[in-house]
């Protein structure tokens, strides 16, 4: 269900992050990368703007995702890493 949907990645540089963007550029849909380090207002924007419906966090980051959800409706989908 995940085809040619924009999907954000969020989380430190990993095997997981890496096997992820792979998997979603190598056919799947559109890898949408979002810096952990973004004041929240600026991720949700920035979701927002990229049309972004599911995104795909690690763990450290859920604490951030957390903060961002409510500021953006787009994200219907959380997988995490």
Same mark, same amino acid.
């Given at each position: 269900g995940f085809k040619d949907k924009h999907i954000a990645l969020l989380g430190e540089? #990993?095997? !997981?992050? $890496?096997s992820a963007y792979l998997a979603i550029?190598?056919?799947v849909g %559109?890898? %949408?990368p979002i810096d952990k !380090?973004?004041?929240? !207002?600026?991720m949700a924007k920035q979701l927002e703007?990229?049309? +972004?419906?599911t995104m795909i966090c690690s763990?450290? #980051?859920l604490r951030k995702l957390k903060k961002v959800l409510p500021l953006c409706e +787009? $994200?219907?989908t959380v997988i995490i890493m």
């Open positions: 540089t #990993s095997y !997981e992050w $890496i550029t190598g056919g %559109v890898a %949408v !380090e973004l004041p929240a !207002e600026t703007f990229a049309e +972004c419906d763990l450290r #980051s +787009c $994200i219907k």
